[in-house]
């Protein structure tokens, strides 16, 4: 699933971009605060504002952003301090009054009495944070090992894209699980829930890194024949130095366009591992925590538990991966 | 058409003339696995319930938890410190071996042998002696008038083929990574044998067909699976998958109820749910507080007690279906203590006693919890870390399958815990079970306190233990049990929080007998046709 999304060349349904759009942008940016005005009429903002998918989930994916990073003053309870929950407040239906407490919520309380606006708020804190992270993490280490693969050639390539091979041939998630286990074996006790959130990261990172690395070495074998990298070598810059100052840069482009719609799966994979209980401590539920607790009482009338952190999980993974489909027609001049 | 039905219904009526009016298959699913086939590994309820029908004691339990005989045809004191059984003849084990005196003093010595938990179910035996091929003797330190109390969940093994396979040594929950025979294959003489066990996937038995007494069930083949999911386990029950499954959630028990073609079986059960601190160390190995134990400190346990909002557990996490205890043992368990109240739920008194005990801040312990052993246990865990949290002590809560709990926590583990949840039935149904194994100091030579996990020591409680061992006279042992209660009360040596209920979700035309120590005997099970 992870790796055909950026074969998969659907013809865009936007109509293509004219040449004459592109110079009367130039005219217009004779005029002065001509930065913003050339931003706004790059190729780029056009097709995004022509693309009402795009636009619509951007403005979902920054609703979600804004929430996650002020929720500690939107979110009307800090759900992650225990002390701060009142266990009677638990199983209280949405916008509906608590029968022993009296207290409303707007999408109702689990079965501890946590707020679920608060807790979708802080637990897409845990999406975002892990998602980010764990696709830096990805993205450094496969950048990293296809540019050496891609540009060095010979037994290193071997080696890295056999173990490239190796590890797509298990699905990501059943990776990430071996890593999760093998840490939390190797760690001490009293660590194990302040590190969770590091080991989940790296887990779900290591498990994602081969798109990475496939796409680097494929590009960079490309880009090394071109005349300026042997430029570069006849006036005797080293390799490495080549690599990072002339090839990298002409390989991101289409790293970038993978990232997005890797952030997407890290946070499903996020969801998933702690879905299966083996991610986050239970005291700091994360949107796939609070699924697993409310699919106990899915069918026994207290749908919202697991109901609405699950429409939040939907809606954060489709606008990340419905922008980076956007972002990768954009990118792709192919599809002009 | 009417020519055709009724060829139809003719075929159906012979299909069902020709099937065995008996051949019933019976499938019931647990909240957990059977995590071992050894009859001596872990003395936990589901475990010794269901090899209680695989394996035999000398004497096993009837549905309103009276002692039978059983593979004891009776016994009698001969001398104040000796008990005589006579074994029942002609009885075999599933693989064809005869049943004699031998296999008892051999799981006798396997019983209590290294990394074995139901050691305990025999208090104060030093021998067993071989009298003749049928009759064995007993022979205890001091008078013990309750010796056979625990004797129904301690399982006869047969010698032959334990020594022939190599499992003579007892399966040790603290090990999971070795290989035990036992641990896998069963040889007992009860009613069921194992066809075929995947732990954590399924187990099935069929009936033996050798077994010495009359057989009351009319199963042919018993299915079990564990479904840890609480809607999933549920949900297979109103399918028609499963026959019967156990525990179902609070939530659904109206709904299993309320469906056409189940029926929510539920009643006290009793088992005390109880926090417990550990008071050995002198320094507490998941804390922040270092150089001290605080749980030494009565005001530190009682300030965790008067934390604890059991009615709201009791409301919210439980809806309803608990009964919050001042003691440590249900009331149908004998001794129960009818005047013990609970320290009244006042966080401000809390808080107060922490800072006179020198932590005006709170401190941070880590707590472990099973997470599918008793009814919403880690919910109430959670919610404990809550109310805590309220009074400034920071919980880390480390909930985990049984397996790696029990596995942890035991003696098998070495009381690897600073806090921890746990539930206990007195499998003797008497208040000198939960003395002995909960109250009184460890000691690994009497083999008291085993299950003391916090290391719990009162000189008073342990006299007072004793004496409730030797006394005869009913009043006077009612009355040490009762001192021995208050004792603990006043000392808060353990945090009672409540005894569940029991909980179960049956197809009709299924008839079972539910036991109020929630274990589940196939032997009285019957599927109408």
Redesign the interface.
């Known amino acids: 699933m992870a790796d055909d999304t950026h074969l998969d060349h659907r013809p865009s349904s936007e109509p293509p971009i004219y040449a004459p759009k592109a110079s009367a942008a130039m005219i217009e940016a004779q005029e002065p605060a001509g930065r913003w005005r050339r931003a706004w009429d790059s190729d780029i903002a056009y097709s995004f504002r022509r693309s009402p998918v795009a636009v619509v989930s951007a403005v979902i994916t920054l609703i979600f952003f804004i929430g996650a990073l002020f929720a500690p003053w939107l979110a009307p309870q800090n759900p992650f301090d225990p002390a701060s929950l009142n266990l009677m407040n638990g199983f209280t239906p949405p916008m509906t009054d608590n029968a022993f407490t009296g207290e409303q919520f707007l999408l109702g309380t689990d079965n501890q009495g946590r707020d679920i606006l608060s807790t979708i708020l802080y637990g897409s804190r845990i999406s975002l944070l892990v998602g980010f992270a764990s696709v830096i993490f990805a993205l450094i280490l496969g950048t990293v090992l296809g540019l050496l693969a891609g540009y060095l050639g010979g037994w290193l390539d071997s080696v890295i894209m056999r173990i490239a091979d190796v590890q797509l041939s298990f699905p990501a998630i059943l990776i990430a699980l071996l890593i999760f286990g093998v840490a939390r074996a190797m760690l001490p006790r009293d660590m194990q829930n302040d590190v969770a959130i590091y080991v989940l990261i790296v887990a779900i990172g290591l498990s994602n890194w081969v798109q990475y690395a496939r796409t680097v070495r494929g590009t960079t074998m490309v880009e090394k024949n071109k005349e300026y990298v042997h430029a570069a070598r006849l006036i005797g810059l080293h390799p490495f130095k080549i690599m990072v100052r002339h090839v990298l840069p002409n390989v991101t482009g289409p790293v970038l366009v993978i990232a997005t719609i890797g952030l997407a799966l890290a946070i499903i994979t996020e969801a998933t591992l702690s879905f299966l209980g083996v991610g986050v401590p239970p005291t700091q539920p994360s949107l796939g925590t609070m699924i697993q607790v409310g699919q106990d009482y899915l069918f026994s009338g207290e749908w919202w538990i697991t109901f609405f952190p699950g429409l939040a999980l939907v809606l954060l993974a489709l606008s990340v991966n419905l922008l980076g489909d956007w972002l990768r027609d954009a990118l792709n001049p192919k599809l002009r | 058409m009417r020519i055709r039905t009724a060829f139809m219904t003719g075929v159906a009526a012979a299909i069902l003339a020709v099937t065995p009016a008996s051949a019933e298959t019976f499938r019931f699913a647990f909240q957990g696995p059977l995590n071992s086939l050894d009859p001596h590994s872990l003395n936990e309820t589901f475990q010794l319930g269901f090899l209680g029908n695989i394996y035999e004691g000398l004497t096993r339990r009837g549905t309103d938890l009276a002692i039978q005989p059983s593979l004891a045809e009776s016994w009698e004191i001969v001398e104040p410190n000796r008990w005589r059984f006579h074994l029942r003849e002609g009885v075999t084990f599933h693989n064809g071996n005869p049943f004699t005196a031998d296999d008892v003093i051999f799981s006798y010595e396997r019983a209590t042998s290294e990394g074995s938990d139901v050691g305990q179910k025999m208090p104060g035996v030093v021998a067993v002696e071989r009298v003749d091929d049928y009759t064995v003797d007993f022979v205890t330190d001091g008078p013990n008038p309750i010796l056979t109390a625990e004797f129904d969940t301690w399982y006869i093994m047969d010698q032959e083929w334990a020594v022939e396979n190599g499992a003579d040594v007892v399966t040790n929950v603290a090990e999971a990574d070795r290989e035990f025979f036992a641990n896998r294959n069963a040889n007992g003489t009860n009613a069921f044998m194992i066809q075929e066990h995947q732990s954590d996937v399924r187990t099935i038995a069929v009936p033996n067909p050798d077994w010495w007494d009359e057989a009351e069930h009319n199963l042919t083949e018993v299915i079990f699976q564990p479904i840890q999911?609480?809607?999933t386990r549920?949900?297979a029950l109103l399918s028609g998958e499963m026959d019967l499954v156990y525990p179902v959630?609070l939530?659904?028990q109206q709904?299993v109820d309320e469906n056409d073609g189940t029926t929510a079986l539920t009643g006290p059960e009793l088992r005390t749910i109880f926090l417990g601190m550990d008071q050995a160390r002198d320094e507490l190995l998941?804390s922040n507080v270092e150089g001290a134990n605080p749980f030494h400190d009565r005001r530190v346990r009682l300030a965790f007690y008067q934390a604890l909002?059991v009615d709201?557990?009791q409301?919210?996490?439980m809806r309803g279906a608990s009964t919050p205890s001042a003691s440590m043992v249900a009331p149908g368990i004998n001794g129960f203590p009818t005047d013990l109240e609970r320290y009244p739920y006042d966080p401000d008194a809390a808080r107060a006693l922490l800072e006179e005990a020198g932590y005006p801040d709170g401190f941070e312990v880590?707590m472990n919890c099973p997470?599918d052993r008793y009814v919403n246990d880690?919910?109430i865990c959670?919610?404990v870390?809550?109310?805590l949290?309220?009074i400034?002590v920071t919980?880390?809560?480390?909930?985990e399958p049984r397996s790696v709990y029990f596995g942890r926590v035991l003696a098998q583990g070495g009381y690897d815990t600073s806090f921890y949840l746990l539930g206990w039935s007195p499998g003797s149904i008497d208040s000198y079970n939960p003395l002995y194994n909960l109250v009184q100091t460890r000691n690994t030579d009497t083999g008291s306190g085993t299950f003391n996990l916090g290391g719990f020591s009162d000189a008073e409680i342990d006299q007072l233990a004793n004496e409730v061992l030797v006394e005869t006279d009913p009043d006077a042992r009612g009355d040490l049990i009762n001192q021995a209660w208050q004792r603990l009360h006043d000392e808060v040596g353990y945090l009672p929080l409540h005894q569940q209920a029991l909980s179960w979700g049956v197809a009709d035309g299924v008839n079972v007998a539910q036991r109020a120590d929630n274990v589940f005997r196939w032997r009285h099970t019957t599927i109408d046709n």
Request: glycine letters at 10%.
């Open positions: 999911s609480d809607a549920v949900a959630p939530q659904d709904r998941y909002d709201a557990i409301q919210v996490v880590q997470n880690e919910a959670q919610a870390v809550g109310m949290g309220r400034g919980v880390n809560l480390l909930a």
